[in-house]
């Protein structure tokens, strides 16, 4: 039986980053390590005041933080002392391989689990369990990926036994504090290649982080979230029902050994590469379709014959809600597109192929047109190539913006979507 | 052997051999009596506190990358985990985080690593929650990728700047390195910051600075009361008198010297491979057959030193 610990926040305004700390934290996780930089500092700012390093200085914090004493919540912040984004993303990888406990599949077939866990140490237990240990988050602005980049790619190499590590990316695609405007997307997807997701509001961000944890973990793939600028910083009114997994916090620690998996020297990671790249990730992309909603997307159809397709992404999606609300805004929707097929997604990479050739299969869709932020373009990238390896019938149009526009230079996104 | 999958090669030479090996370091090198100190010192802890089974303390050993760690994984299998350069030190805090009590962390790095990732080392030794050991292997150049010169590090300074006790050792002098291991899981567990310096772990450097010195290194002799030599002269005599038994025997009767130390030299008898390293001089063989001949690097590292020998 799950041991949750339910509390009430209260009236309470939260950020983006804030969201991700409460996402954190509901999913039980016992080890954080970060490095401080606009826009992403909050998160980790605050484990740092949850975990008793620095006083509390926010409602956030302080409510939380009472209820963290009084359940018992094991939380380990490291944030400036890590010196680096290297360091820290160094140091959630030794916390999080560390795996002396088991959880039931929930996910997982046993001839899934066998792909997954069938090379490794645990490959004989015969309930098929799962192997898990501290959940673990690391969280750095835009350009910590590139320092942290050597860390990274090597978690790849140790999948399996990097379940339950999830990544929170600030990007500063405005430029606003950094001597960059990087898309780390591109980052996250097509070089690291692992489980990459923009978030889209901070009224749902805890959701998605706490269920992004309970898939890839039993995938045993890290996942990477990213949120812009303006989604960081921006307040918003919550659910108030904190519910934390004191289950998953409080998980027997202990390292157990696998020195194949885990020295990674040629001979050991050259198969497991050529696994991953050839067996994990369609396996990957299928749970992802599976528990599509569960990760917080959502398919809608506008009318009854849709020969188009919107691909609405990060903040498009946030402002593309307001369709919902304003008929006004539905209407001129129609009026542009005709009837549409609109997937409102958090996915990035990888994106589910067999989704889009079902929709595209059972619909007259003619067009796909793909809005999303930062110029990696990689959503539209992965789509095109669908759309080529496939033979699809179907045009894919690049209607995103390379960069997030400034506050002052008064940028609607659904402006964008609806008159484009 | 050719399939139809995997077909032979076909510009292959046809005096080309490949020889299937493991991996494994020179006769004398440093790295690998050094992870034979840490690895027996361990045991003689577990010992000490008279513990048994699942109630012994066990090594959990987070390396860096370069040839004093692959040693440490292919040698002696006591390595658990090596991923980035320089990355060693802080994912053994990591994994401090998330380990059991009885699970003690010793992470380790060539000097070139230490380089690398100095920042890591220094977040271990201000870490106040866990103890270290971080095990550095110093051969004062970077090895693996062809002898290129490191920037210069004084240990002492900087490791003392940071809040590590500073420990020198000589990595040849393997029965008193276990000892010191041994006290050192000890001072881990009320979360003393240590770091061991192995000095001169490069036998192959030490080898040609002690030629160019003039100065000629000892060998290792081995009694006639060494089991395996006595079991030689018994294969001899079966093989001479009895053949249809020598199936039956086994080929060695010992080798713990030679596989303890993972030295070739002392695995084939043959005094001609040995280095002059002198590790052997503190083997504990089970009935006193080793000894030592001439000068050893085990007596002391330094040149100006063995000369006076």
Request: with cysteine.
């Amino acid at each position: 039986m799950e041991n949750i610990a339910s509390f009430d926040l209260g009236r309470m305004r939260l950020s983006g980053n804030q969201a991700i700390a409460r996402g954190v934290l509901e999913a039980g996780v016992r080890v954080t390590t970060g490095y401080p930089g606009a826009p992403i500092s909050d998160v980790q700012g605050s484990f740092e005041q949850l975990a008793g390093n620095i006083p509390k200085t926010n409602p956030f914090t302080i409510r939380v933080g009472e209820m963290l004493d009084q359940t018992g919540y094991q939380l380990a912040a490291h944030w400036g002392t890590t010196t680096n984004e290297d360091n820290a993303a160094a140091l959630a990888l030794g916390a999080v391989i560390c795996k002396a406990d088991f959880k039931k599949r929930e996910f997982l077939t046993e001839e899934e689990w066998d792909l997954v866990y069938g090379d490794t140490v645990f490959a004989k237990d015969k309930e098929k369990r799962i192997p898990v240990g501290s959940r673990v988050m690391c969280s750095f602005k835009h350009l910590g990926a590139n320092t942290a980049a050597d860390a990274l790619r090597v978690a790849v190499n140790v999948v399996p036994y990097t379940g339950g590590l999830g990544i929170a990316s600030g990007d500063d695609r405005q430029g606003t504090s950094s001597q960059t405007m990087q898309d780390n997307k591109v980052l996250f997807g097509f070089h690291f290649r692992i489980p990459t997701l923009e978030l889209h509001s901070p009224s749902t961000a805890h959701t998605t982080v706490k269920n992004c944890y309970r898939l890839f973990e039993e995938l045993g793939v890290p996942f990477a979230v990213i949120m812009n600028y303006d989604l960081s910083y921006r307040e918003v009114s919550v659910d108030p029902v904190v519910d934390l997994d004191m289950e998953v916090n409080h998980r027997r620690k202990g390292f157990t050994r696998d020195p194949k998996h885990l020295v990674t020297i040629g001979p050991h990671i050259r198969p497991r590469e050529r696994k991953f790249h050839s067996k994990l990730m369609p396996l990957f992309k299928q749970k992802i379709i599976e528990n599509f909603e569960f990760l917080g997307n959502r398919v809608t159809e506008y009318g009854t014959e849709p020969k188009a397709m919107l691909v609405v992404n990060g903040p498009f999606r946030e402002d593309f809600r307001l369709v919902d609300d304003d008929p006004a805004l539905k209407d001129r929707l129609l009026k542009k597109y005709g009837d549409v097929v609109v997937i409102e997604s958090n996915l990035v990479f990888p994106q589910p192929g067999a989704l889009y050739e079902n929709l595209v299969s059972k619909h007259p869709i003619e067009k796909i047109y793909v809005f999303e932020e930062g110029y990696g373009r990689v959503i539209y990238l992965q789509l095109l190539d669908l759309v080529n390896r496939r033979n699809l019938e179907v045009k894919i149009l690049d209607l995103g913006i390379p960069y997030e526009p400034r506050i002052y230079e008064r940028f609607s996104y659904i402006d964008h979507i609806l008159n484009v | 052997m050719s399939s139809k999958q995997n077909p032979a090669p076909k510009h292959k030479a046809a005096d080309e051999i490949t020889y299937l090996r493991p991996v494994s370091n020179c006769s004398g090198c440093g790295d690998t009596k050094v992870s034979w100190s840490v690895r027996e010192g361990m045991r003689r802890f577990n010992r000490q506190l008279k513990l048994k089974g699942k109630d012994r303390y066990e090594l959990i050993y987070a390396a860096d990358r370069g040839c004093g760690n692959l040693q440490g994984y292919h040698a002696y299998g006591i390595v658990d985990a090596i991923f980035c350069m320089g990355s060693g030190a802080i994912v053994g805090d990591g994994i401090k985080e998330s380990c059991s009590e009885k699970q003690i962390v010793v992470t380790a790095s060539g000097d070139g690593a230490y380089n690398f990732n100095i920042s890591g080392i220094k977040f271990a030794a201000k870490n106040k929650k866990f103890g270290a050991i971080n095990v550095i292997y110093n051969n004062y150049n970077i090895r693996m990728t062809g002898g290129q010169i490191p920037l210069e590090v004084d240990f002492d300074k900087e490791g003392s700047a940071f809040g590590f006790e500073m420990i020198h050792i000589n990595p040849y002098r393997v029965n008193d390195n276990a000892e010191l291991f041994k006290e050192l899981y000890g001072r881990y567990l009320n979360k003393e910051k240590i770091m061991v310096v192995a000095d001169g772990v490069c036998v192959l450097d030490m080898g040609k600075d002690a030629k160019n010195s003039g100065i000629r290194m000892g060998h290792f002799i081995r009694s006639d009361e060494c089991l395996d030599l006595k079991f030689a002269k018994e294969r001899e005599r079966v093989a001479r008198e009895e053949p249809e038994k020598l199936k039956d025997l086994p080929k060695f009767k010992c080798r713990l010297c030679g596989i303890g130390l993972r030295c070739h030299a002392l695995l084939d008898n043959d005094p001609g491979k040995c280095f002059g390293c002198g590790a052997c001089i503190q083997f504990p063989c089970p009935v006193g057959a080793l000894s030592f001949e001439g000068p050893s690097f085990s007596t002391s590292i330094s040149m100006t030193e063995l000369k006076k020998t």
